[in-house]
C-alpha cells in the first residue's frame, strides 16, 4: 500500500469541507481533499439556492458547489475524487492519523477535518429498498423530472417534505402526501403553502404499510395508524423526506457521537476528543443544517486546524 504524507486531510466535499479547504490552503496547510461518493455533498442536489448571503438572485445548488471548488483549488486546494473507507487517529497530541482512501492508499496527516455531512433516512421496508431507482426517491428535486404529469406520494412532515411536495406539485399530476401524526413539524408558512397548493392532497395519521410493484413502483398502500383503516392509491414515485442520519459509521470507537451518531464537538470550537482531528458542517449540527452554518463551521476548523499546528511547532 502506498503511503503519503500530508499537513491536512479534508474529508467530505460540501460547503462546510470547501470553505474550510479554502481556509486551509490560504493558510498554506496543502489540504488534500477527499469528495466522498457525492461530490459536492446534498447541495448538488438542489435547485436554487436562495439563503446563501451574496447571491441576491439565487444560485442552483449545482453551480454554487463548482463555483466552491474552484475557489477552493485557486488557492492550492487538491481535490481527488474517492473515499476514506477507514480511520486510525491517533491519542497523541502532533500524533498522526492515518486514512485509508479506498481500501488501497494511506494517507498519514497530522490534521484531519471531517465534513462528510449527512445522508438521507429511508422507512426501512423492505419493499421500499427493494424499489430503490425504481421509483423510490429521497430527492424530489434529482428525480421530480421523471414522474412529470404523474401521480406521486411523498412521506414525511417536516420542512423538506412541505418543500419537495410543493415541488413536486408543480411538476406532478397530483402529490399525496403522508403525515404520521395529527399535524405537520414544519414550519407554519412551508404549512400553509402546502395547504394552498390544490393538487396536494394530505393525508394525517397515516403511514406507508407496503409499496406496491415489482420492478417498478406501481402503487402504495397506506394504513391509518388511529383506525387501522389500509388504502391503496395508483402511484409511480414514492419520496421519502423524513430526515438524515449523519455520515459517521467510519470513525465508531474513535469520536464522540450523541446517541444519533452526530459528532460531539468541544465547547465553541471543531475540535474532536481528538488532538488535531476537527468536525464541521453537517456531521456534527443536527440543529441548524444550513448551508451557511456548515460552511461558517468549515472555517472554524481550518483556523483551529491552523491553530493546533502553529502551537506544536
Ligand atoms: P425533520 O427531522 O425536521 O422532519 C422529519 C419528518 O419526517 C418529521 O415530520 C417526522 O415526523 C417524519 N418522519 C420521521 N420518520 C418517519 C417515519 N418512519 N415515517 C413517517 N414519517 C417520519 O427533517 P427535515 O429533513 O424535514 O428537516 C431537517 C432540518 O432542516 C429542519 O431543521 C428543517 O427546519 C430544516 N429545513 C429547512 C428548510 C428551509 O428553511 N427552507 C428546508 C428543508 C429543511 P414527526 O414530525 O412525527 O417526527
Known amino acids: 500500500m502506498s503511503v503519503e504524507r500530508i499537513k491536512t486531510l479534508i474529508i467530505g466535499s460540501g460547503p462546510a469541507g470547501y470553505t474550510a479547504a479554502i481556509y486551509a490552503s490560504r493558510a498554506d496547510l496543502k489540504p488534500v481533499m477527499y469528495t466522498g461518493m457525492e461530490p459536492g455533498g446534498q447541495l448538488t442536489t438542489t435547485t436554487e439556492v436562495d439563503n446563501f448571503p451574496g447571491y441576491p438572485e439565487g444560485i442552483d445548488g449545482p453551480t454554487m458547489m463548482v463555483q466552491l471548488q474552484q475557489q477552493a483549488e485557486r488557492f492550492g486546494t487538491e481535490v481527488r475524487i474517492g473515499m476514506i473507507t477507514s480511520v486510525e487517529f491517533s491519542d497523541e497530541v502532533r500524533g498522526i492519523h492515518k486514512a485509508i482512501v ?90 400553509h403553502r402546502v395547504n394552498s397548493i390544490e393538487n396536494i392532497e394530505i393525508k394525517y395519521n397515516t403511514e406507508v404499510d407496503e409499496v406496491l410493484g415489482d420492478q417498478v413502483v406501481e402503487g402504495l398502500r397506506m394504513v391509518n395508524n388511529q383506525t387501522g383503516e389500509k388504502e391503496e392509491i395508483a402511484i409511480t414515485g414514492l419520496f421519502v423526506a423524513i430526515g438524515h442520519k449523519p455520515n459517521t459509521d467510519i470513525f465508531k470507537g474513535q469520536l464522540d457521537m450523541d446517541e444519533t451518531g452526530y459528532l460531539i464537538t468541544q465547547g465553541k470550537s471543531t475540535k474532536t476528543n481528538k488532538p488535531g482531528v476537527f468536525a464541521a458542517g453537517d456531521v456534527q449540527d443536527k440543529e441548524y443544517r444550513q448551508a451557511v452554518t456548515a460552511a461558517g463551521t468549515g472555517c472554524m476548523a481550518a483556523l483551529d486546524a491552523e491553530r493546533y499546528l502553529a502551537s506544536n511547532e
Open 102 to 191: 479506498d481500501n488501497k492508499t494511506e494517507i498519514e496527516a497530522e490534521t484531519v477535518i471531517i465534513s462528510t455531512g449527512a445522508t438521507a433516512r429511508y422507512l426501512g421496508l423492505e419493499s421500499e429498498q427493494r424499489l430503490r431507482g425504481g421509483g423510490v426517491s429521497a430527492c424530489a428535486v434529482c428525480d421530480g423530472f421523471f414522474y412529470r404529469g404523474q401521480d406521486v406520494a411523498i412521506v414525511g412532515a417536516g420542512d423538506t417534505a412541505a418543500e419537495e411536495a410543493s415541488y413536486l406539485a408543480n411538476i406532478c399530476n397530483k402529490v399525496t402526501m403522508l403525515v404520521r401524526r395529527d399535524e405537520m413539524r414544519a414550519s407554519k408558512a412551508m404549512q
